[in-house]
């Protein structure tokens, strides 16, 4: 079956503007994740739901970044205003059980420049 | 200073090595222990899933857990030139639900 699907691959923006991120996860995978990898670093949490209800927003940098799930599956990662330091790699991932115990199964990721 | 800390690297091998990766953490709270490999250009993807103190075996690869002393190991056998890779631990507390990552190991295997 498929894998977790983000779009787009590649997003070059100019500070300033608003982007918009999606993640399809996996098929029947209840938890969705967001994370940011800088180069060189690993993952790191941003947000997670389960379903649709977004249980843990404490990893979002500020009230620029939000995201949603509205109906449990596709999410979207928002970013407002966008300043050159949001340059980053962004993962989306998922895994079939609730809660962060249970492996997560990730996407290849975003890149995202703003200039 | 950071929950889990890993060894950046690089770390170069040749062929048929064993190698050993290691993180070491500070939350007591964590239960669940798990390593991932991830390939230039690619997300990760999971390799060892251990659940407290011990060991588990999946073919060329051993996880260790050593809770006493917070650490863990990845111990790769046989070291092959795919097998080159970043190696990333991740680890969760069971009421947090969500996976804190380390900033991953570089391996390249030298055939």
């Known amino acids: 079956g498929a894998g977790v699907s983000q779009s787009p691959r590649y997003k070059v923006t100019k500070r300033g503007q608003d982007v918009a991120l999606r993640c399809d996860p996996i098929?029947?995978?209840?938890?969705l994740y967001w994370y940011r990898q800088a180069l060189g670093q690993g993952p790191e949490f941003l947000t997670y739901?389960?379903?649709?209800?977004?249980?843990?927003k404490s990893g979002l940098p500020n009230d620029r970044f939000s995201a949603e799930r509205p109906e449990g599956s596709i999410s979207t990662l928002t970013i407002q205003r966008t300043e050159q330091r949001d340059s980053a790699m962004y993962r989306c991932a998922s895994s079939s059980v609730q809660g962060g115990n249970s492996p997560l199964h990730f996407g290849n990721g975003t890149r995202l420049t703003v200039t | 200073q950071k929950e889990v800390e890993q060894d950046p690297g690089p770390l170069s091998v040749p062929e048929g090595a064993i190698v050993s990766l290691n993180c070491t953490y500070s939350n007591s709270a964590f239960q669940y222990f798990m390593w991932y490999r991830q390939y230039s250009r690619k997300g990760p993807e999971l390799l060892m899933y251990t659940y407290s103190s011990g060991n588990k075996e999946d073919g060329r690869f051993t996880a260790q857990v050593d809770k006493s002393s917070k650490y863990i190991s990845l111990f790769i056998r046989d070291s092959q030139p795919s097998d080159s890779a970043t190696y990333l631990c991740a680890m969760s507390d069971p009421n947090a639900g969500k996976s804190t990552f380390g900033d991953g190991t570089t391996l390249t295997v030298k055939p």
């Open positions: 739901f389960n379903y649709e209800a977004q249980q843990d």
């Open positions: 098929s029947g995978h209840v938890s």
